[in-house]
């Protein structure tokens, strides 16, 4: 069953996914090598009507490990590919990624449905195609089926969520990157909701939310890594704590870290249990998936619309998700480069239609929302007027 579910706009923004479509060409034809990242066909039923992407990088040997990618709202699965730094870590430590895609027949923003249900169930919709890509690799490429791991960011955050619950016993692992706790929503009525300012529930009420999603099940459950930015206006933090909760009542921990420590571009983290769960949360960070782009061991991604230029996201879930086969590089001293303390920076005051038609924002519902940071600017007319401050390229916050 496909609809529209047009309210999660916000999610991404439509003017910001054209141009992350267009980064994401240049991208993917850079680096030289053989390995490409291939659209497969005749995967499975495929009853959630994705389309399915793989890449194996060159040398892939038998029995490696495999990483499902979710992509967000407005974006594919070339995009996701190119900036989110996987195939740094794909490269170099040899697994293969499988790339859902979703299409805007399904939604028409481009989202997986992780409010929908029928898509968020064991063995129905959307949930159950992306399995099949997963079962397709491990008869295909040989891949290591105790080694399948899932990450995603914000509705495919959700997603990610969705195939931990529902499929505990095809995952080892996965990280949820802006997203929401499995089940927050069944139907586009109360997704809007989940997003912001979030759904406060017990540990256990969200904890029996997944195990009834596979009910009777008694095996091994994966280990789940969140990452937040706290500046998040589209899914708020809420979400991670929340997410936090579940996770770790799920595996049975408390939720007060056993370890704790301060990370790069301001970034704390939380241990609960043996490392069971992760809590990742990027201070100052808007909505989109952490990357820090250079050349050093722990670096990686591209700056764009929604890949947040503050840490490497997918270094860390590579290690958690044991990837590396047990040699952790050395990271860089400085994860990112220290902005110049004398550079100005770049202020607009204008009025709303205009920062849209100029791209410094974008508009949603009636409203103008700053491009990259998602705050709400007000009413999309040229009588509201804004002031607009540039932190990063493509990236806009109010006041200055």
């Known amino acids: ?24 060409l240049v991208a993917v034809a850079a680096p030289a ?50 900036n989110s730094g996987w195939r740094k870590y794909a490269d170099q430590w040899k697994f293969a990624l499988i790339v859902p895609q979703q299409s805007a027949s399904n939604n028409a923003n481009s989202c997986f449905n992780w409010f929908e249900a029928g898509d968020t169930a064991r063995g129905q919709g959307e ?33 990610s969520a969705v195939m931990l619950a529902t499929y505990p016993d095809v995952f ?12 927050c929503a069944t139907s586009t009525v109360n997704a809007f909701s989940c997003m912001n300012p979030g759904v406060d529930k017990t540990p256990a009420a969200w904890g029996d939310l997944v195990r009834g999603a596979y009910s009777g099940y008694t095996g091994r459950r994966p280990r789940v890594a969140i990452w937040h930015g706290t500046s998040d206006t589209t899914v708020a933090p809420l979400n991670a704590t929340e997410s936090r909760d579940q996770w770790t009542n ?19 983290l939380e241990v609960y249990g043996n490392d069971a769960v992760r809590l990742y949360r990027v201070s100052g960070m808007g909505h989109g998936t952490p990357v820090d782009p250079g050349t050093g061991a722990d670096q990686c ?25 047990g040699v952790t590089p050395s990271p860089t001293a400085t994860a990112s480069p220290t902005p110049s303390p004398t550079a100005a920076p770049v202020c607009v005051t204008a009025n709303n239609y205009a920062h849209v038609t100029a791209g410094r924002a974008y508009a949603s519902g009636g409203y103008a929302y700053a491009l990259g940071s998602n705050q709400r600017m007000g009413l999309y007319n040229t009588y509201a007027t804004s002031t607009l401050k540039q ?10």
């Not at 040989?142 to 399948?148: E, K, L, N």
């Not at 080892?172 to 089940?183: D, I, N």
């Open 250 to 268: 799920v595996l049975g921990v408390g939720q007060t870290p056993t370890s704790t420590a301060s990370l790069p571009a301001g970034t704390s």
């Open 33 to 82: 090598q053989a390995a490409t990242l291939t659209q497969v066909t005749g995967f499975g039923s495929n009853p959630g009507n994705l389309a399915m992407y793989a890449y194996r990088p060159d040398g892939l040997p038998a029995n490696a490990p495999a990483v499902v990618l979710l992509h967000g709202c407005t974006q594919n699965a070339a995009g996701y590919f190119a």
């Open 172 to 183: 080892a692992a996965g990280s949820v990157v802006a997203g929401l706790p499995y089940r």
């Open 391 to 400: 932190t990063a390229p493509d990236y806009w916050v109010i006041g200055c």
């Open 301 to 325: 991604g591209t700056a764009t619309s929604y890949f947040l230029d503050t840490i490497c996201s997918a270094y860390r879930d590579a290690l958690f998700f044991g990837l590396n086969g």
């Open 1 to 24: 069953m496909r609809r529209p579910a047009s309210i999660l706009a916000r999610l991404a923004g439509a003017v910001a996914g054209v141009a992350l479509a267009a980064t994401a």
């Open 127 to 159: 949930a159950l195609s992306i399995k099949q890509m997963v079962d397709h690799a491990k008869a295909n490429y040989a891949v290591d089926g105790s080694r399948i791991h899932v990450s995603g960011l914000s509705a495919g955050g959700a997603m």
